[in-house]
């Protein structure tokens, strides 16, 4: 069995890879190492992998946006299921370059979907994101609820490659998984995100900005957890029964929620970023930037019933776990 991993190089990509080849699985996986983050991050992450895991892991450097490229890149590899993680991240980075969404996150996905289906893939997992839900006041956020009022362009095109992908579903029956993901954090993670940053911050004692005065909510999901999801996904095919199926489809094509069930205070997240570093933060406080949502909050019932998905891990746990990653594994890498 052999999975092909988009974003293999990324965050959740390479700790998804790394459960799947510690079950003795192959993965090739796709990456073009774009300087979005730091390309020394990216690079340690794969070198990670292969010293761990040797010839179970390949990993091809090719922009899965470029159609000829992808498949020329893929011509002598088989792979039996896909799980489509890489895309053009952050919501504050659109308003800066749109053309890298419509690139990677919807011709991208577009070409992940041929691929699929020319190679008769037995499943496809994709990265959504809880974006899609746009400033809702209602909490938590439910699969069923509408999600046709975008804030910005990045989750413009996450719902519109679950349509693209309902497109495929239907005409191509070709079973499909998306899945919404929420504010995920820990080793390994993206020094663009909230934990990254404001821990590095706090260690070198710079201050940090703080948007909204504080006042802002999200469901931070550990890494682990997130991992359990998609694996769980993965591993269990939506069925092409006719039946409807979370995110209301009728095809073998269905929509999670993965979070942590539990939506955070930034103030709170801050508060154990400090007990874990051992030392007080200084704070900007500054007003929500555009594009942003007051709050993100996951219902997890449909992916809880369907798959046996419960995230175990609070901010209690998972922030302390992060720091030491970063204090005593990554920031010595860097000396």
Known sequence: MTTLITGAAGFIGMQVAAA????GEGVVGIDNFTPYYSVELKRARVAELT??????????????????????????????????????????????????????NIAGHVNILELARHRAISHLVYASSSSVYGMRADAP??????????????????????????????????????????????????????????????????????????????????????????????????PDDRREKPGGFFTPHRLYNIGNNRSEQLTDLIAAIEAACGRKAAVNLLPMQDGDVYQTAADIGDIGRDLGFAPTTPISIGVPAFVEWYRDEWLPRRV
């Open 20 to 23: 799947l080849l510690r079950r």
């Open 51 to 104: 010293a761990r895991f040797g010839d179970l892991f390949t990993l091809l450097d090719v922009d899965f946006g470029d159609a000829t490229a992808l498949t020329a890149a893929l011509a002598h590899h088989d792979i039996d299921r896909i799980i489509h993680l890489g895309a053009q991240p952050g919501v504050r980075y659109s308003l800066e370059n749109p053309a890298a969404y419509v690139h990677s």
């Open 141 to 238: 956020f439910r699969v069923a609820d509408r999600a046709d009022a975008p804030i910005s362009l990045y989750a413009a095109t996450k719902r519109a490659d679950e349509l693209m992908s309902e497109t495929y579903a239907h005409l191509f029956r070709i079973p499909q998984t998306g899945l919404r993901f929420f504010t995920v954090y820990g080793p390994w993670g993206r020094p663009d995100m909230a934990v990254w940053k404001f821990t590095e911050a706090v260690l070198q004692g710079r201050p940090i900005d703080v948007y909204n005065h504080g006042d802002m909510r999200r469901d931070f999901t550990f890494i682990d957890d997130i991992v359990n999801g998609v694996v769980l996904a993965l591993d269990n095919p939506p």
